[in-house]
């Protein structure tokens, strides 16, 4: 019997130039590899993950970080599981740009996508800009988690990834236990035999849908 | 699209490794080694350790080399390995090691001829055909009935044009769902599809494509006519940016700069194919162009800007509707992520398109003069000072105000790189007061031309500033000459979707007694009705068939303007215009000095059903002469009944009573009235107007025999059968042309709200038989609509008992 894949989609938001493309990049990148990956890489990548007999199917969007393309974002993030919001340590601004994400996406997608902010350029520490604490404190008031990565040295990024993961397996399964506790038994009774679409659409998170 | 998935735990090359080689596994964690594991389906002969150590890769970075195991070298390129393709790659994470897996197409060791690799993944019309006879039958027997089952589809959905975007969803739907149950009955597909999400998904995919390919694009065209608006609108955005370069996309034109031209190839072709799968490999095939042409990573940006810039220059005039089709019909819903990205990348181009942002990178056109810069951000004061003999910034002074010696005639006659003087550019940028500054002072040449034979005119058409245009004309600017591409700007009007403006053109002509040739060709043959048609600017089409334009006229490429038009409604309009034609030369031969208030009359009836049709209430209620109840004032004026432009209210007197243009009652060349079209369409503001109005709710089409009722049933508008019963004078009962009453509509287009309305509100008589002597009960039942046939049946019951107990 086929073991559930778990779709995720993932998308990279912050301000233009914290990092965003070189940490995918990272992610992307391994050490067999010389050549071009696949062909749209670094705006697109998917990643097959074997998790203790879990298997996650990752599709990690970046997305266009400059002011222009601003009022593109719901395009990119609808529908999203989890979103890593980048800042740069090195530049105030930009914790200010991860504050409005923040608002706009539990906006826009609620309590069910889940949230990790990251401080790239750890690289840079002596020209520190950004107080770890106070962002650290802000990530747990709104529920996300706080990461620190180098996409320069190759630091803590696959971990990132990692606990977003398992912070987005967590939340499928609180979905799917309200879900089951609120429909009960009769859940079963509409199930349509043509086609099990939506059986499947219910238990399952699906990156592809186009609503 | 689908790329090939399996589950790794459950290979039994993966199996055989973890359960015989543990020590080997510790290995390949510690070392960061790479375990290559055949696709279950090649592996044919039992694993041995052997094959265990041909397919574990190790890595040796300092010679850039890669070798097996059991010590073979081997090259990875491309996603392949020697020659065999990766699949896929897989981290694998136990007890919190990582090591990674290729999943690859066959074994290292096997030769290329041994192995059968037909249709691991789905990528063209070709692989969906081969899959599903593949897995069927065998034969082309599934081809033959869903074709089958999709003609039928068409033969019932005649009027699949006029549906809404949620009618046409729900019906394709359902007919998708209908094909899978006849495909998944064909050899035992049902279970074995359970067991296989991957080969249901190509089974599903492959079904879409197939059903997609036989309804003959219809279901798009009636994309294409729910969309039509929203593409004429962004086409006019469009065609007011075709003066952005590459080089205004800055960053990444210098990166695929190349590949532009390869890409307005492949991507120019999105038209020709039907299929959802074909419009996305379309689109992907221009995605791996870019990439592989270009030096180095291709982000988000890029990608977004390099489409953005393709759709501008793309001779493609419905891009709203293909989105719109790519991501409501693809019914079968199982793309890859890669896929959806590539969706959100074009929908995210065309949103880019519409912001301003891109406008403004459009207009920052090069200026270096204070003159022509003061000119483009529209400061009059400033261009009125250095006129007036103030000095200018860092510049020449002039003699004295009047002055027109060579230096200071310089001064202001300044012109940019493509010879444009002041006139020119604020033509261009839209600032009337600047135009009429410049006239007024009688510095420029209001005829003069750039390097392109440009006069100031044909900007001001071309960019949509009516003001300025309408300035120019009033002082002897020439309205009617061609540039170097052979468009006046007439044409210019047109193409760029200027409604006003080519408004303004032709009243004025006709005003002023001015020639001008509505007929003009372009350099490629156009006239403005082919530029309007191929666009989708109804209005314009409209505006220029009642000018008389020749719509028989043929282009360079042997088209006249209805083979370029895309959209159901302009297509509609210019068929009808022949029809006109024809209805003309019928009445001349008849009586030599035929007037043409019978034709005048027509146009004037299928103005209002548009306006009905576009649910414009404020202009229906102006054709009939009602008041409006929900605006108090509108001044009536020349140009459109609405428009309030200068010329307009300069050319009329002020007309405040209401005079009636059209009849309520009069009909189109189909013998539809006001009434038919506004329950056809759902317009139930206007249809209560009307029924306020007394308009005769039984009137019938000509060839049809259509009420509005039969049209509500049909299109299904409860509220509106409602409204139309409830008027008091409808007949219930009326038969069309093949003898089918309203309950016989309803009852086949299966709705049993609108029956049972027509029986419990209408009293419709049940026992009418149609032409081939069936009652609404027997179509029910020939369909098998159990819903509407139990809604009948229950006041069968009542009748019956009635009939009996009145002819006992
Ligand atoms: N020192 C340092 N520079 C970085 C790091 N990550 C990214 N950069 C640099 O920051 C710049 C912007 O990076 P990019 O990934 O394009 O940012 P994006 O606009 O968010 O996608 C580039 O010059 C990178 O080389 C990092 O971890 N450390
Ligand atoms: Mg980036």
Redesign the interface.
Same mark, same amino acid.
């Given at each position: 019997?086929?073991?559930t #894949?778990h779709?995720f989609?993932v998308v990279l938001l912050g301000k233009g130039c914290v990092g965003k493309?070189s940490i995918v990049?990272r992610y992307a990148e391994?050490?067999?590899?010389?050549?071009?990956?696949? %062909?749209?890489?670094?705006? @697109?990548l998917?990643?097959?993950?074997?998790?203790? /007999?879990k298997?996650v199917?990752l599709?990690i969007?970046?997305?266009? /970080?400059?002011e222009?393309?601003h009022?593109?974002g719901p395009? =990119?993030y609808r529908s999203s599981n989890g979103a890593i919001i980048v800042y740069d340590i090195t530049d105030e601004d930009s914790l200010v740009k991860v504050k409005s994400w923040v608002k706009e996406l539990r906006k826009m997608l609620g309590s069910d996508v889940s949230l990790v902010i990251v401080g790239n350029k750890t690289d840079l520490e002596k020209d520190r800009h950004v107080n770890l604490e106070e962002a650290e404190t802000y990530a747990s008031k709104v529920g996300a988690l706080h990461w620190q990565t180098s996409a320069k040295r190759n630091e803590g990024i696959e971990e990132m990834f990692?606990t977003l993961i398992d912070k987005m397996l967590q939340r499928e399964r609180e979905i799917e236990d309200l879900q089951v506790t609120r429909q009960g038994s009769n859940h079963r009774k509409n199930v349509v035999v $043509?086609?099990?679409?939506q059986v499947e659409n219910q238990t399952k998170s699906c990156? /592809?849908?186009?609503t | 699209m689908t790329s090939y998935?399996e589950?790794? *735990? *459950?290979n039994v090359f993966h199996q055989y490794f973890i359960e015989n080689h543990p020590d080997l596994l510790q290995k390949v964690l510690q070392e960061?080694w790479?375990l290559c594991v055949p696709r279950s389906q090649s592996i044919t002969d039992p694993v041995t350790t052997q094959d265990i150590f041909d397919h574990v890769?190790i890595?040796n970075?300092e010679l850039?080399e890669?070798k097996t195991l059991s010590g073979a070298t081997i090259h990875? !390129?491309?996603?392949q390995l020697d020659s065999v393709r990766v699949l @896929?790659?897989?981290? $694998? =994470?136990?007890?919190g090691y990582k090591y990674? $897996?290729y999943c690859i197409e066959h074994p290292l060791n096997l030769r290329n001829s041994e192995c059968d690799r037909t249709n691991l993944e789905i990528h063209t019309f070709k692989d969906c055909v081969d899959f599903l006879c593949r897995e069927t039958t065998g034969g082309t027997e599934i081809l033959t009935k869903l074709t089958e089952i999709c003609e039928r589809f068409l033969e019932a959905n005649e009027n699949i044009l006029y549906y809404t975007l949620g009618e046409l969803r729900i019906s394709v739907r359902e007919l998708y769902?209908d094909c #899978?149950?006849v495909t998944?009955c064909m050899n035992n597909l049902k279970s074995r599809c359970?067991?296989?999400?991957s080969l249901r998904n190509k089974i599903k995919l492959s079904v879409e494509s197939i059903m997609e390919n036989s309804l003959n694009g219809n279901v798009f065209k009636a994309v294409c006519t729910t969309t039509s608006r929203a593409d004429a609108e962004f086409n006019k955005t469009v065609r007011n940016l075709q003066g952005m370069q590459l080089k205004d996309f800055c960053r990444t034109s210098v990166k695929c700069m190349y590949a532009i031209g390869n890409a307005r190839c492949i991507l120019g072709k999105l038209n020709s194919h039907m299929t959802i799968l074909g419009k996305i490999s379309c689109l992907k095939n221009t995605?791996?162009l870019f990439?592989?042409n270009s030096e180095s990573?291709?982000?988000?940006?890029?990608?977004?800007q390099l489409f953005a810039f393709l759709i501008i220059k793309l001779n493609i005039n419905n891009w709203i509707a293909n989105l719109v089709y790519l *991501?409501?019909f693809?019914v079968s819903?199982?793309?890859?992520? !890669? %896929?959806?990205?590539l969706? %959100? %990348?074009l !929908?995210?181009a065309i !949103?880019?398109i519409k912001?301003r942002?891109i406008f403004e990178m459009s207009c920052n056109l090069e200026v270096d003069n204070d003159l022509l810069n003061m000119i483009r951000v529209g400061d009059l004061d400033g261009v009125a000072g250095i006129f007036d003999g103030r000095k200018m910034r860092g510049g020449h002074q002039l003699c004295h105000p009047l002055c027109a010696c060579d230096e200071c005639e310089a001064a202001f006659n300044l012109k940019d790189s493509k010879a444009r003087n002041c006139l020119h550019l604020a033509c261009i940028y839209g600032h009337p007061h600047i135009v009429e500054f410049l006239l007024h002072k009688n510095v420029v040449d209001i005829n003069e031309i750039d390097y392109s034979n440009s006069k100031p005119i044909h900007y001001a058409a071309s960019f949509g500033h009516q003001n300025a245009l309408l300035l120019l004309m009033h002082n002897g600017g020439d309205i009617d000459s061609p540039n170097d591409d052979g468009d006046s700007p007439l044409l210019l009007a047109a193409e760029n979707g200027h409604e006003n403006c080519v408004k303004a053109l032709l009243f004025y002509a006709e005003l002023k007694n001015t020639p001008i040739d509505v007929n003009r060709r372009n350099s490629s043959g156009d006239t403005a009705l082919h530029l309007a048609s191929n666009w989708g600017f109804l209005g314009i089409v409209n505006t220029l068939l009642q000018y008389h334009i020749d719509a028989t006229i043929k282009n360079k490429r042997n088209q006249i303007a209805l083979d370029l038009a895309h959209n159901f409604y302009v297509k509609d309009i210019l068929l009808n215009s022949q029809k006109y034609e024809k209805i003309e030369d019928a009445k001349i031969v008849r009586e030599k000095n035929a007037n043409t208030k019978n034709l005048d009359h027509f146009k004037k009836t299928d103005l209002l059903l548009k306006a009905i049709e576009n649910n414009d209430l404020q202009l229906c209620c102006f054709y009939l002469g009602i008041a409006n109840p929900l605006v108090q004032t509108t001044t009536v004026n020349y140009c459109h009944p609405l428009c309030n432009c200068e010329s307009c209210t300069e050319l009329t007197p002020e007309t405040q009573t209401r005079k009636q243009l059209v009849n309520i009652n009069s009909t189109n060349c189909d013998g539809l009235t006001a009434l038919h079209v506004a329950a056809r369409f759902g317009r139930k503001e206007i249809l209560r107007i009307l029924l306020d109005s007394r308009a005769d709710v039984n009137m019938v089409t000509h060839k049809s025999r259509y009420t509005p009722l039969h049209l509500a049933c049909h299109q299904q508008r409860s509220s509106i059968v409602l409204e139309l019963i409830q008027c008091g004078s409808c007949k219930i009962d009326a038969t069309d042309s093949r003898g089918n009453t309203p309950l016989h509509s309803a009852c086949s287009k299966n709705d049993p709200k609108i029956v049972n309305l027509l029986i419990t509100q209408g009293g419709a008589d049940i026992r009418i038989k149609n032409s081939e002597g069936k009652t609404a009960l027997q179509i029910a039942k020939d369909k098998n609509l159990l819903k509407v046939m139990e809604t009948i049946q229950k006041h069968d019951h009542i009748n019956s008992d009635l009939v009996y107990s009145f002819e006992t």
């Amino acid at each position: 019997m086929a073991t559930t #894949v778990h779709n995720f989609k993932v998308v990279l938001l912050g301000k233009g130039c914290v990092g965003k493309t070189s940490i995918v990049l990272r992610y992307a990148e391994d050490k067999f590899n010389n050549d071009h990956l696949s %062909t749209i890489q670094a705006s @697109f990548l998917n990643k097959k993950l074997n998790i203790d /007999g879990k298997r996650v199917n990752l599709a990690i969007w970046d997305t266009a /970080g400059q002011e222009q393309f601003h009022a593109l974002g719901p395009l =990119y993030y609808r529908s999203s599981n989890g979103a890593i919001i980048v800042y740069d340590i090195t530049d105030e601004d930009s914790l200010v740009k991860v504050k409005s994400w923040v608002k706009e996406l539990r906006k826009m997608l609620g309590s069910d996508v889940s949230l990790v902010i990251v401080g790239n350029k750890t690289d840079l520490e002596k020209d520190r800009h950004v107080n770890l604490e106070e962002a650290e404190t802000y990530a747990s008031k709104v529920g996300a988690l706080h990461w620190q990565t180098s996409a320069k040295r190759n630091e803590g990024i696959e971990e990132m990834f990692l606990t977003l993961i398992d912070k987005m397996l967590q939340r499928e399964r609180e979905i799917e236990d309200l879900q089951v506790t609120r429909q009960g038994s009769n859940h079963r009774k509409n199930v349509v035999v $043509v086609d099990d679409e939506q059986v499947e659409n219910q238990t399952k998170s699906c990156c /592809g849908s186009n609503t | 699209m689908t790329s090939y998935d399996e589950d790794i *735990q *459950q290979n039994v090359f993966h199996q055989y490794f973890i359960e015989n080689h543990p020590d080997l596994l510790q290995k390949v964690l510690q070392e960061n080694w790479i375990l290559c594991v055949p696709r279950s389906q090649s592996i044919t002969d039992p694993v041995t350790t052997q094959d265990i150590f041909d397919h574990v890769l190790i890595s040796n970075s300092e010679l850039g080399e890669i070798k097996t195991l059991s010590g073979a070298t081997i090259h990875l !390129e491309n996603n392949q390995l020697d020659s065999v393709r990766v699949l @896929f790659k897989e981290s $694998v =994470y136990l007890k919190g090691y990582k090591y990674l $897996v290729y999943c690859i197409e066959h074994p290292l060791n096997l030769r290329n001829s041994e192995c059968d690799r037909t249709n691991l993944e789905i990528h063209t019309f070709k692989d969906c055909v081969d899959f599903l006879c593949r897995e069927t039958t065998g034969g082309t027997e599934i081809l033959t009935k869903l074709t089958e089952i999709c003609e039928r589809f068409l033969e019932a959905n005649e009027n699949i044009l006029y549906y809404t975007l949620g009618e046409l969803r729900i019906s394709v739907r359902e007919l998708y769902d209908d094909c #899978v149950l006849v495909t998944f009955c064909m050899n035992n597909l049902k279970s074995r599809c359970l067991r296989d999400f991957s080969l249901r998904n190509k089974i599903k995919l492959s079904v879409e494509s197939i059903m997609e390919n036989s309804l003959n694009g219809n279901v798009f065209k009636a994309v294409c006519t729910t969309t039509s608006r929203a593409d004429a609108e962004f086409n006019k955005t469009v065609r007011n940016l075709q003066g952005m370069q590459l080089k205004d996309f800055c960053r990444t034109s210098v990166k695929c700069m190349y590949a532009i031209g390869n890409a307005r190839c492949i991507l120019g072709k999105l038209n020709s194919h039907m299929t959802i799968l074909g419009k996305i490999s379309c689109l992907k095939n221009t995605f791996e162009l870019f990439s592989n042409n270009s030096e180095s990573n291709l982000t988000s940006e890029d990608l977004l800007q390099l489409f953005a810039f393709l759709i501008i220059k793309l001779n493609i005039n419905n891009w709203i509707a293909n989105l719109v089709y790519l *991501q409501e019909f693809s019914v079968s819903a199982n793309f890859n992520s !890669e %896929t959806n990205f590539l969706i %959100t %990348t074009l !929908e995210a181009a065309i !949103e880019f398109i519409k912001s301003r942002s891109i406008f403004e990178m459009s207009c920052n056109l090069e200026v270096d003069n204070d003159l022509l810069n003061m000119i483009r951000v529209g400061d009059l004061d400033g261009v009125a000072g250095i006129f007036d003999g103030r000095k200018m910034r860092g510049g020449h002074q002039l003699c004295h105000p009047l002055c027109a010696c060579d230096e200071c005639e310089a001064a202001f006659n300044l012109k940019d790189s493509k010879a444009r003087n002041c006139l020119h550019l604020a033509c261009i940028y839209g600032h009337p007061h600047i135009v009429e500054f410049l006239l007024h002072k009688n510095v420029v040449d209001i005829n003069e031309i750039d390097y392109s034979n440009s006069k100031p005119i044909h900007y001001a058409a071309s960019f949509g500033h009516q003001n300025a245009l309408l300035l120019l004309m009033h002082n002897g600017g020439d309205i009617d000459s061609p540039n170097d591409d052979g468009d006046s700007p007439l044409l210019l009007a047109a193409e760029n979707g200027h409604e006003n403006c080519v408004k303004a053109l032709l009243f004025y002509a006709e005003l002023k007694n001015t020639p001008i040739d509505v007929n003009r060709r372009n350099s490629s043959g156009d006239t403005a009705l082919h530029l309007a048609s191929n666009w989708g600017f109804l209005g314009i089409v409209n505006t220029l068939l009642q000018y008389h334009i020749d719509a028989t006229i043929k282009n360079k490429r042997n088209q006249i303007a209805l083979d370029l038009a895309h959209n159901f409604y302009v297509k509609d309009i210019l068929l009808n215009s022949q029809k006109y034609e024809k209805i003309e030369d019928a009445k001349i031969v008849r009586e030599k000095n035929a007037n043409t208030k019978n034709l005048d009359h027509f146009k004037k009836t299928d103005l209002l059903l548009k306006a009905i049709e576009n649910n414009d209430l404020q202009l229906c209620c102006f054709y009939l002469g009602i008041a409006n109840p929900l605006v108090q004032t509108t001044t009536v004026n020349y140009c459109h009944p609405l428009c309030n432009c200068e010329s307009c209210t300069e050319l009329t007197p002020e007309t405040q009573t209401r005079k009636q243009l059209v009849n309520i009652n009069s009909t189109n060349c189909d013998g539809l009235t006001a009434l038919h079209v506004a329950a056809r369409f759902g317009r139930k503001e206007i249809l209560r107007i009307l029924l306020d109005s007394r308009a005769d709710v039984n009137m019938v089409t000509h060839k049809s025999r259509y009420t509005p009722l039969h049209l509500a049933c049909h299109q299904q508008r409860s509220s509106i059968v409602l409204e139309l019963i409830q008027c008091g004078s409808c007949k219930i009962d009326a038969t069309d042309s093949r003898g089918n009453t309203p309950l016989h509509s309803a009852c086949s287009k299966n709705d049993p709200k609108i029956v049972n309305l027509l029986i419990t509100q209408g009293g419709a008589d049940i026992r009418i038989k149609n032409s081939e002597g069936k009652t609404a009960l027997q179509i029910a039942k020939d369909k098998n609509l159990l819903k509407v046939m139990e809604t009948i049946q229950k006041h069968d019951h009542i009748n019956s008992d009635l009939v009996y107990s009145f002819e006992t």
